[in-house]
């Protein structure tokens, strides 16, 4: 299990720009803190339900606090957190210092392992939220501790003031490549059928298309494709460019989904409908979720009314990107 933040997106009716394919940005949360191992060295405390507060313990006047992240994706790895240090008592220890340490390695046993600081902040310092480069890479552990310097004898505390995606805690940035997919088949088709073309036309947008025309008594169409191994991720997006002919019947053409090893039962809309009616291509694209998702993808297109006659669409470009794949 990916212990990555994973937003679930379902699909919706809102048609996206078609945007150049980009890195993703993977967001790690932490997966285990001080207090959940059993002989812990931590002093002072973590409290979440008060924004994620770290806190010199009273009588010792220190603080160490040790998070790690785990099964992170593979790519250069970055601490991103904000906040700083403030005052418990007044006056306070003016000259404190808080220090974000770091080592990577399966497991945060000991602090002796711990080196090379990323990051200070002093009291009343800025907040600001930043990355910090880990210099880091694959996907073994990273532990985070934080650490006080102790400079008086005044209890203070650092308070972790960003909020991100709705969590207030450091969280690790990793930037990886996004993936695609193409159409692996097209999986069954009826009524109507493809008029021109097949599956390996949609690979890319070059205007030789895979042409489906409607069928049967009722002049209709449907048609499906299967997009076999897609990964989890963060999110799916499914990209599409066609067009439809004017038609006598002002007859749409909409796009489907399910995610299914048998491609049958009920599909779920993806908001897309092909309704140009030229030669001049739509290119659009929606997330279809949730993006934990993986394996078979099922795209169907179907007529938005049967009409008198037989009507055409054209399909030139079809894929699924993956957000945060690994």
């Known amino acids: 299990m990916k212990n990555a933040l994973m937003v679930l997106i379902v699909a919706c009716?809102?048609?996206?720009?078609?945007?150049?394919?980009a890195d993703s940005e993977c967001i790690s949360t932490y997966t285990w803190k001080c207090e959940d191992k059993a002989g812990n060295n931590c002093v002072g405390g973590f409290s979440p339900e008060t924004g994620y507060v770290y806190t010199e313990d009273e009588s010792v006047l220190d603080l160490w606090y040790v998070l790690r992240f785990e099964?992170?994706?593979?790519?250069?790895?970055?601490?991103?957190?904000?906040?700083?240090?403030?005052?418990?008592?007044?006056?306070?220890?003016t000259d404190e210092v808080f220090n974000f340490w770091k080592k990577q390695r399966n497991g945060c046993d000991g602090d002796d392992a711990f080196y090379q600081w990323v990051a200070d902040f002093t009291v009343d310092g800025p907040v600001t939220v930043t990355d910090y480069a880990l210099g880091y890479?694959?996907?073994?552990?990273?532990?985070?501790?934080?650490?006080?310097?102790?400079e008086n004898s005044d209890r203070d505390e650092f308070l972790i003031s960003m909020e991100y995606a709705g969590l207030y805690a450091p969280v690790i940035v990793t930037t990886v490549p996004a993936t695609t997919e193409p159409v692996t088949s097209d999986f069954t088709t009826?009524?109507?059928?493809?008029?021109?073309?097949?599956?390996?036309?949609?690979?890319s947008s070059n205007d030789a298309w895979e042409v489906f025309t409607e069928g049967g008594s009722q002049h209709?169409?449907?048609?499906?494709?299967k997009f076999l191994d897609v990964p989890s991720g963060t999110s799916h997006r499914l990209v599409v460019e066609g067009y439809r002919p004017s038609n006598s019947d002002d007859d749409d053409f909409n796009l489907l989904y399910k995610w299914s090893s048998t491609c049958t039962g009920v599909f779920q809309q993806t908001g897309l409908t092909i309704n140009m009616e030229s030669g001049?291509?739509?290119?659009?694209?929606?997330?279809?979720?949730?993006?934990s998702n993986s394996g078979t993808l099922c795209i169907a297109i179907d007529d938005s009314a049967g009409g008198s006659a037989n009507d055409t669409v054209l399909i030139d470009h079809l894929y699924v990107v993956t957000e945060c794949a690994w």
């Open 220 to 225: 209709q169409l449907w048609h499906v494709w």
């Open 13 to 21: 009716a809102i048609m996206l720009p078609v945007a150049a394919l």
């Open 190 to 203: 009826g009524p109507g059928s493809i008029a021109a073309g097949d599956h390996t036309d949609t690979e």
């Open 137 to 150: 890479s694959g996907t073994t552990d990273i532990c985070i501790g934080a650490a006080s310097s102790d």
């Open 71 to 93: 099964n992170l994706p593979p790519g250069a790895h970055k601490l991103r957190v904000g906040g700083n240090a403030q005052y418990y008592s007044n006056p306070g220890d």
């Open 280 to 291: 001049d291509e739509q290119a659009m694209s929606t997330t279809i979720g949730p993006g």
